[in-house]
């Protein structure tokens, strides 16, 4: 989880209710290369980041080649075009909210790559699967993420999921194990989320 330039955050009105102002952000949440935006796992944390950070919304949309019969994913640089085209449409219908990049996998991939370019301003990037990500995620291993971290000069953290896998799934054996239960394990990691957020729309 990347932070970048800050912004303000949620503001209450005269009564003390919550507004939905410009201080409240708005999340562009990209899916990974095998599933669409409108899988169950999408749309599990599409709600889940949408109650944490008391968005204005979170937006998601499907990549071209989603549509095509083989459904096979391009590089990951193919697709920074048409994911910053999106981010630029959605800035556009939420002036002055915070832009907030969230990514499954591929989809954070090419997000961290749409947060670098010069004409795209976001407050911060979140990486489901890459790399908020379970211990046993084969598809990054923990050292080589923390030599990358190391490296990076934005403000950044990671939350790992203790047995889960890319997806975050733990097994049974693991969650009897520690007295919990997968919505347990992936609440406290929604929390996090919403922690690392605050913490860089601060500033």
Not at 32 to 57: C, F, H, T, Y
Not at 90 to 113: D, E, F, N, Q, W
């Amino acid at each position: 989880m990347d932070s970048l330039p800050p912004a303000k955050r949620r503001r209450e009105s005269k009564d003390g209710e919550t507004e939905a102002s410009t201080l409240s952000p708005v999340v562009i949440f990209a899916h990974g290369a095998g599933a669409p935006s409108s899988s169950d796992w999408m749309q599990r944390w599409k709600n889940m980041i949408k109650e944490a950070l008391r968005a204005v919304d979170v937006v998601t949309f499907d990549y071209p080649y989603m549509s095509a019969k083989k459904k096979a994913p391009p590089k990951a640089e193919k697709l920074v075009e048409f994911h910053s085209n999106f981010v630029k449409e959605t800035a556009t219908k939420y002036p002055g909210h915070p832009l907030i990049l969230a990514g499954k996998s591929m989809g954070s991939r090419v997000g961290c790559m749409v947060a670098s370019m010069k004409d795209i301003n976001v407050s911060a990037v979140v990486c489901l699967g890459y790399p908020l990500k379970g211990s046993k995620d084969g598809l990054c291993p923990l050292e080589k993420l923390e030599t990358t971290r190391k490296k990076m000069k934005a403000p950044n953290e990671l939350h790992v999921i203790d047995g889960g896998d890319h997806s975050f799934k733990i097994g049974k054996k693991h969650l009897q194990a520690n007295n919990s239960t997968q919505d347990e394990v992936e609440d406290v990691a929604v929390l996090a989320i919403a922690a690392f957020i605050s913490r860089s729309l601060e500033g």
